[in-house]
């Protein structure tokens, strides 16, 4: 992939968050994700690159745009997988919550698992705890693993997961080990983010979650040294024979390399609403201020970057 890729992408990240941030504690989410869309989509016809979206806002008939197989760029450049999250967290954007993001990871083409629109059990980590997990292991196990990687206490320990019916009995097995819990009310791709930076003050995310977003916090784990390990959850038999068609073995433990293959891949996010790693979007009179993050798996790198936008002079968000 060119090098220039990851400062293109983030104003793709950057137009979804200013576009979506409007509707901030409007109590409306189809509205801000289809602000965040419509902007997204049209940054990305600007970047000179070949891209297919592999994950995105669903299938063809299901979603107007960015869909999985359709078409994105200039149609010259390096030929890219796409996966995108316009609004990472819309109902956290009605509710005017934390940690909305709109994210965007590519990698070569063939190098990111088109994970189906269904759950899949997780685990994440930073890089001090990367090798040290085992989804398949009991999570006390993986508790002590991950205190004695990052030279902490159990009881130092917090766990991420999110807070949901489903997730009660192991909520329950982490209080009787005596973690600290931090519950998140969505948004599992900056809970999984957040393991890898310390001032986050989250060390390890678990439980269920969507897989396509399991594919965009890989891409973000990879670039950062991370690890994550998922297991594919269906809960019918149409997501069970979804799977059997697209040759993908529920009973197999996908590593960070089966979620995200190759030596490089981007990643880039905006902050739409504050979080504990990015600041939303500001708006005063016709400029608007955004903070995001972009890195990439090859080189290692990872940039912040604080953006101000002149909404008058860039009025669609797309300069051409």
Known sequence: MERSLSIEVIRVT??????????????????????????????????????????????????????????????EGPEVDIA??????????AAGGSNALAVVA????????????????????GPEAAGKINIEAPILENIRAVAKAKQKEIEDVVVTILD????????????????????????????AINTAFDHTGVDMLIG?????????????????GGDMQGKLVPKNREEF?????MGLDIESVLTLNDLVSGDDAIFAATGVTDGELLKGVQYKGDIATTQSIVMRAKSGTVRFVDGQHSLMKKPNLVMG
Do not use: Q
């Not at 999250?85 to 819309?90: I, Y």
């Not at 997730?167 to 791709?189: A, P, Q, T």
């Not at 269920?208 to 950062?224: I, M, R």
């Open 84 to 93: 995108v999250d316009p609004l990472e967290g819309t109902s956290i954007v």
């Open 164 to 191: 949901r019916p489903r997730h009660s009995h192991i909520i329950e097995e982490l209080r009787r080990i005596g973690v600290r819990i931090k519950l998140i009310d969505n948004g599992d791709v900056a809970g």
């Open 241 to 245: 024979e979804r799977c059997f068609k």
């Open 106 to 125: 590519i990698a070569d083409k063939g190098n990111l698992l088109h994970a189906p629109d269904m759950y899949m059990n997780k685990i994440a980590v």
């Open 14 to 75: 950057e137009a979804a968050a200013i576009a979506s941030a409007r509707w901030m504690g409007r109590g409306v989410k189809d509205e801000a994700d289809d602000a965040a869309t419509t902007a997204m989509r049209d940054v990305f016809d600007t970047i000179p690159m070949r891209g297919t979206v592999v994950i995105g806002e669903g299938e063809m008939d299901e979603a107007p745009m960015l869909y999985i197989g359709e078409k994105l760029g200039s149609r």
């Open 208 to 224: 269920e979650g969507g897989a396509p977003e399991g594919v965009l916090a890989a891409v973000a784990l990879k670039c950062l």
